[in-house]
């Protein structure tokens, strides 16, 4: 009897450091989840792409090809293609670098994009840069 209630105690001191281990673990992954929400809520657009299309824009994004995104995520090239063209649409983008910008930065790509500024948005330059 004394040997199995030995055994019972190291089983419940080993489920105890579990538990423990656990609950580090549980608290660890919610504050992720609170800093990737915070994220998104920075990056309004975000939450219009599918979980998929996010996987796929940030690979795009750490400056993956096509073919190598495809091989990372186990689904053909014509998949990944179809899914840049949908991210593309639906953040209003032009390009791959502009996702890049979106993704790391969270940031209008509009606004880094010469194309896009209105003529007040110019600033003129420098005359002693101009002059070199």
């Known amino acids: 009897m004394e040997v199995s209630l030995r055994r019972l105690y190291q089983s419940l001191a080993t489920a105890e450091r579990e538990v423990r281990r656990l609950r580090g673990a549980y608290t660890n992954l919610r504050a992720a989840s609170r800093e990737v929400m915070q994220s998104c809520e920075a990056r309004p657009q975000l939450p219009r792409l599918t ?33 840049m063209k949908s991210i593309l649409r639906k953040l209003e983008l032009r390009s791959r670098t502009q ?27 420098d005359a002693a840069l101009v002059s070199r």
Do not use: C
């Open 99 to 125: 996702i890049v910008f979106v993704m790391t930065l969270g940031g209008n790509p509009r606004a880094a994009d010469p194309l896009y500024r209105s003529a007040s948005d110019w600033v003129e330059p």
């Open 51 to 83: 979980f998929q299309e996010r996987r796929v824009a940030l690979l795009a994004a750490s400056g993956k090809s096509n073919r190598e995104i495809g091989t990372a995520l186990h689904v053909s090239l014509h998949t990944v293609k179809s899914q």
